[in-house]
């Protein structure tokens, strides 16, 4: 049972990632976790030891695209966006969250 419920965390981590990159345009992965945690009003932090193994995944799967650039701050960093195949997951994980709170929405205004 564990597995599964790493892999929903993981999925939802995904789509958060795949939403703000396609709200926002590229971002390095410090704008990312920072932009998470401000539209979230302080609810959600995302951990770079979390954060940075899920941009590889996504870059491996091709739903995002890592590039060098330079931050604001005159820093190197890697600058991340979202491709036409991860508008696709984000759209089938979009539509997979709103079945899933649709589900515990019912059972709590139900059971």
Known sequence: MPSSRNDKLQG???LLVLKTLDARGPL???AITARIQQTSAELLR???GSLYPALHRMEQA???RGSWGVTEKNRDARFYSITASGRKQLAAEQESWARLT???RR???YA
Do not use: A
């Open 107 to 109: 059972v709590l205004r």
């Open 102 to 104: 649709e589900g515990v």
């Open 28 to 30: 390095h992965g410090y």
């Open 46 to 48: 995302v951990e770079e």
């Open 12 to 14: 939802t981590l995904e």
């Open 62 to 64: 091709g739903w995002v």
